[in-house]
């Protein structure tokens, strides 16, 4: 047996060391998104989520692995990036994401969750600690530039919100905790102080002549994410963060890609007394295509889509939509046409000769807004949804995929799925079937002591009117009135708390919901 076989037979063990909580939105969730979105409808949910399942079994045969065990005895894990062993806090961000969301598939992703932790928790900047070192080589020795980069600390303080709302916070990583912990050093050391825009790391001095408050990277405009920030930490920065990030992203598709809405790599501004956006110069920080959409930017697509389908944003549906709706017409409908990179005005960057699932992913996660591309997002999820390439395109393909699949959730106050009517004393269920198949708990909420209501989709939107009233001075009963919006099949429980007696309710499937009237119920006095 090797000692990674060994470390990796330590770290499943169950035990009360590596105790797991059972999920509470375990995999798969089949999330009800904006009003008019898709999904892939060509294959069965069921192959769907079976789809899903499989790209993640892959991805993490291939790029995760245990990192040793800390001195308690509780196992660490990394991402791995590339053959040399290296980890980045982007892929550790992203191994967090995907073990939440692939909770209940996957019984060991609370340990390997917390093992990720571990490692991040062991590698935090040398500039502000509550933030994690970018880059850790195969060795973990230390670095000249063991500082920050946005987007993985981003993503890592999501998927501690999700772990809160996936296994609470009552075993021994308080996740809400460390969440925000990484959100007070993000706000602190990397959203511009007079730009609410994000930086690239804790590194960049907010008034430097090169990088600065006004030089993003356009795949660092995660704003799900940074709405999921606002809910939880009433901090408003990230409400102001949302609209500097908008009306950079309004100006550049007007002024620089008013044909193709592609963003670039990174912005920088018109001039140190203009901070108007404008794409980067080459080699401004990677290399000669930083002005164009590449490698960064392909991520923009699956960040925005992800914010109008979450949150029903106007705004990002708007700007994801202008790419997704010329990527359709320059590829002519065939996602294989799809290039690794272009100029923005919609000129292929060279070289173009190849596909590759990186790009087309996330604009499959776009195509979702779209209500006329049900075949365009057919066929560019059959494009990726078996694809191998290495841990960038897989990770963020796995992301996008779990996004079609409407598997990928945010991270917010639930409604509970109960409503409890007359003084507590009667609790009220409610579950439904739509005619695809789809299937879920109604989530209530109270008007009165005596009347609630449930929605199945949308918080906005009413399903379900419920009243229980007692009638105990008229016939010696409660009485239970219920009015419906919907068509969906509809099976509603009332049950006496008191009394443990039970009135179950049922609407039909494709049938306008027929209002209840029931004054002579087996709820006595």
């Known amino acids: 047996m090797t000692w990674v076989q060994l470390l990796g037979l330590v770290a499943l063990t169950a035990g009360p060391l590596h105790a797991r909580a059972d999920p509470r939105r375990p995999f798969p969730q089949h999330v009800e998104y904006a009003a008019d979105s898709l999904r892939p409808n060509h294959r069965s949910l069921a192959r769907i989520d079976d789809d899903v399942r499989a790209a993640y079994w892959r991805w993490k045969s291939h790029y995760l692995t245990p990192a ?65 070192d970018w880059h850790i080589p195969a060795d973990e020795s230390p670095e000249v530039d063991d500082d920050s980069a946005f987007d993985g600390d981003c993503d890592i303080a999501f998927a501690l919100l999700l772990a809160e709302q996936q296994w609470g916070t009552d075993g021994r990583i308080n996740y809400r905790e460390e969440a925000d912990e990484i959100l007070a050093g993000i706000v602190a050391s990397t959203l511009g102080p007079d730009s609410d825009l994000p930086m690239l790391g804790d590194w960049v001095d907010p008034e430097g002549a090169t990088y600065n408050q006004y030089t993003p990277r356009s795949s660092d405009f995660i704003l799900d994410h940074y709405r999921a920030f606002a809910l939880a930490s009433g901090d408003a920065r990230w409400e102001t963060a949302i609209d500097a990030a908008q009306a950079v992203i309004t100006t550049l598709q007007e002024e620089f890609s008013p044909t193709t809405g592609l963003l670039p790599d990174f912005i920088v501004p018109i001039s140190a007394s203009l901070p108007a956006p404008r794409p980067a110069p080459p080699n401004f920080l990677e290399g000669p295509l930083d002005g164009a959409y590449s490698y960064n930017a392909g991520r923009v697509p699956w960040r925005l889509g992800l914010d109008a389908l979450l949150y029903k944003d106007a705004t990002s549906r708007s700007a994801a939509l202008k790419m ?36 087309a992913a996330p604009f499959g996660v776009a195509a979702m807004l779209d209500p006329s591309a049900q075949l365009w997002l057919n066929d560019l999820y059959d494009a990726v949804r078996n694809r191998e390439e290495g841990y960038y395109e897989d990770s963020v393909t796995l992301l996008s995929l779990l996004a079609m699949s409407h598997n990928y959730w945010a991270p917010g106050p639930e409604a509970p799925e109960s409503l409890r009517l007359g003084g507590e004393r009667f609790e009220v269920r409610a579950t439904f079937t739509t005619l695809a198949g789809d299937s879920g708990n109604g989530r209530s909420v109270v008007l009165t002591t005596d ?17 229980v009233l007692d009638g105990c001075a008229v016939n010696g009963r409660f009485w239970v009135f219920v009015g419906g919006l919907t068509n969906v099949e509809v099976h509603l429980t009332v049950t006496d708390t008191t009394t443990g007696h039970m009135e179950a309710y049922t609407n039909p499937l494709s049938t306008p919901f027929q209002p209840i009237q029931d004054t002579a119920t087996g709820f006595s006095c």
């Open 324 to 359: 997704a709706s010329w990527i359709r017409t320059s590829t002519g409908d065939d996602p294989l046409q799809i290039k690794p990179g272009y100029e923005l005005d919609g000129t292929p960057v060279p070289p173009s000769s190849f596909f590759t699932s990186f790009f």
């Open 451 to 467: 009347t609630g209501y449930f929605w199945f989709f949308d918080p906005a939107n009413v399903e379900i009117v419920v009243k």
């Open 68 to 132: 040793g065990v800390e001195a308690d005895g509780h196992p660490r894990y990394r991402v791995l990036t590339n053959a040399r062993g290296e980890t980045v806090s982007e892929g550790q961000g992203y191994g967090m994401l995907i073990l939440v969301l692939m909770a209940g598939e996957d019984e060991d992703a609370q340990i390997v969750f917390d093992g990720l932790w571990e490692f991040f928790n062991d590698h935090r900047s040398n500039r502000d600690p509550r933030l994690m």
